[in-house]
């Protein structure tokens, strides 16, 4: 079972992707020449936090599961973003 630190501890790492995520777009979207590097981090953060929260939801209750469906779900809007303004 997961430990309820180990879930806000997973959260808080969401979140900080998210919030890296969005301002890499926002960079993206605002320059014509801009840094892919950072972009594509950005991107890899994404991917590892999502994957972190599928194998945490492996373990967790069902209130735990609720949370972490609700962060994949973030996860996974900002992604289809970032995919969708990089083409």
């Given at each position: 079972?997961?430990?309820?630190?180990?879930?806000?501890?997973?959260?808080?790492?969401?979140?900080?992707?998210?919030?890296?995520?969005?301002e890499?777009?926002?960079?993206?979207?605002?320059q014509?020449?801009?840094?892919?590097?950072?972009?594509?981090?950005a991107?890899?953060?994404?991917e590892?936090?999502?994957?972190?929260?599928?194998?945490?939801?492996?373990?967790?209750?069902?209130q735990?599961?609720?949370?972490?469906?609700?962060?994949?779900?973030?996860?996974?809007?900002?992604?289809?973003?970032?995919?969708?303004?990089e083409?």
């Amino acid at each position: 079972m997961a430990t309820r630190q180990s879930i806000e501890d997973l959260l808080q790492q969401c979140e900080d992707a998210i919030r890296n995520a969005h301002e890499q777009y926002q960079d993206h979207t605002r320059q014509e020449q801009y840094n892919d590097v950072e972009f594509t981090s950005a991107m890899q953060q994404i991917e590892t936090a999502y994957n972190d929260v599928a194998k945490m939801a492996q373990s967790a209750n069902g209130q735990q599961r609720d949370q972490l469906h609700r962060m994949r779900l973030q996860l996974q809007q900002i992604q289809n973003n970032m995919i969708l303004h990089e083409h």
